[in-house]
């Protein structure tokens, strides 16, 4: 290998990828140094297997509407968990694959290890000193575990371990109810198993929006019990745990940990950078270069601590992969802010969030999916849709919904955002019928009765 190399990557998660894919269209001298399992964390356990979980839960969930359907028989359906974590785990396998075929082309390139920073070009691995012109560190992260919590063993779950059981047992507890607590809690109810979830927040799945919140709420306690606002205290119990917040005490037989989590920079060396480390070890990041400080170091993904979700860990690869390989870094504009939670209804944050706004400056417009026509046909007739727009302009700022077919409600508001539209120019788009988007449609014609700039149609005029 040249000595120096280019680039340093230090992770071989979703944005180490990433990275590699950009550095590799301009040169070879790259090495990729991972510490554990590779095939990135949102193959192995994140993204994919849970929502191969969520998609057998709520298909064996379908069963409670077959009646009104008019389909009998729902009674005699089982779940057979053994087969429904095999599935899970041959999906996740798939998954993983694709991304190891990348590292293995490598060769010796791919060095498994744990990598720490001497300086600014220096990284020793396996007791091997490397050079390089630039490091690009994408460490991911680690689902975080309160360590007095530790001694209770395998009685303890997080998204790390549940996809290798080889079955479930009945009564389980899910601490934290963030994006992932509130998906994987929902997911279990519905398999059948017993569930009880708590948070020590008062709002659930990211949401800052109070009628929102209120809204998902709801919908989770439809279902299970769930404790909010009180600090989980767990304690062994024989051969469960006893699980207690506030006036809610539960024994189960295993605890789900969905409390976040880490930036994997423990033993990384970042000290050796000379520059400032904030109160989590971790240094400033410009999101807009990725470069830490002036140094040729880039710090990318779950490892600064940024934004946990896939496509913004892989714009940062891409972004470090860039400015790694020029000669001056390059600022580089982000995407719309968009949060998807796989809860049914789904939960979706999209452009500036309600805690974000100057209230004063903004109208909302809302929709409830009770009386909405596609909905109540499809029995998913429970939700809550709000658009911000400035009330001046009526420029679409952002959303908050807990909403059926909220995934895609998102998508089309991050677009509008992302393109700077009005209201007025979304509601000149086609809405066909029926469709969930009716309900945004209500939500604009909403605001847009309210703005100074209203029409009598939502038409655009044309020439004779």
């Not at 979980?53 to 968990?81: K, M, P, Q, V, Y």
């Not at 087969?83 to 991304?99: C, E, K």
């Not at 709801?218 to 279902?223: A, D, F, K, Q, Y």
């Not at 949060?339 to 049914?344: G, L, P, Q, W, Y």
């Amino acid at each position: 290998m040249r000595d120096p190399l280019d680039v340093i990557i230090i992770g071989a998660g979703t944005a180490g990828l990433s990275a590699l894919r950009e550095m590799q269209k301009r040169t070879q001298h790259v090495v990729v140094i991972n510490d554990g399992p590779w095939g990135t964390m949102c193959a192995r356990v994140g993204c994919m297997p849970s929502k191969a979980l969520i998609a057998a839960a709520n298909a064996f969930h379908a069963r409670h509407t077959f009646g009104e359907l008019g389909i009998s028989g729902s009674s005699g359906l089982a779940i057979d968990l053994p087969a429904v974590l095999r599935r899970v785990r041959a999906l996740r396998d798939t998954f993983v694959a694709g991304n190891l075929d990348v590292t293995n082309a490598l060769g010796d390139r791919a060095i498994s290890g744990r990598a720490r920073l001497l300086g600014g070009g220096r990284v020793s691995v396996n007791g091997t000193e490397l050079r390089a012109r630039r490091i690009i560190i994408a460490t991911g992260s680690t689902p975080y575990v309160p360590k007095p919590w530790l001694a209770l063993g395998e009685r303890l779950l997080t998204t790390d371990s549940l996809f290798e059981q080889q079955t479930l047992p009945n009564r389980i507890a899910v601490v934290g109810q963030g994006a992932l607590g509130v998906e994987l809690a929902l997911a279990l109810r519905r398999l059948g198993l017993d569930v009880v979830a708590m948070g020590d927040g008062l709002t659930v799945a990211g949401l800052t929006d109070p009628e929102v919140n209120a809204v998902a709420i709801s919908m989770l306690r439809h279902e299970l019990p769930v404790a909010l606002g009180d600090k989980a205290e767990l304690s062994a119990e024989g051969a469960g745990v006893r699980v207690r917040a506030g006036r809610s005490d539960a024994v189960v037989d295993r605890v789900l940990v969905a409390l976040g989590r880490r930036p994997n920079i423990e033993g990384l060396g970042l000290d050796a950078l000379g520059v400032a480390l904030d109160a989590a070890g971790v240094p400033r990041v410009d999101p807009r270069t990725l470069q830490v400080g002036d140094l040729p170091v880039f710090l990318v993904g779950d490892a600064n601590g940024r934004s946990a979700v896939l496509h913004e860990a892989s714009d940062d690869g891409h972004i470090a992969g860039l400015n790694a390989s020029a000669e001056r870094a390059t600022f580089w504009k982000r995407r719309t802010p968009l949060a998807i939670v796989f809860s049914e209804p789904t939960v979706a944050m999209i452009g500036k969030k309600f805690v974000e706004l100057d209230t004063s400056q903004v109208l909302i417009g809302e929709a409830h999916f009770e009386h909405q026509g596609r909905a109540r046909i499809a029995q998913r007739d429970s939700g809550l849709l709000r658009v911000y727009a400035d009330r001046q302009s009526g420029l679409l700022l952002g959303a908050e919904l807990c909403a059926p077919a909220g995934e895609h409600l998102a998508h089309l508001l991050a677009l509008a955002i992302e393109r700077s539209l009005t209201v007025s120019d979304l509601l000149r788009m086609p809405y066909y019928h029926p469709v969930f988007e009716e309900g945004l449609r209500t939500a604009l014609r909403q605001l847009s009765e309210r703005l100074p700039t209203s029409q009598d149609s939502d038409l655009a005029r044309c020439e004779r």
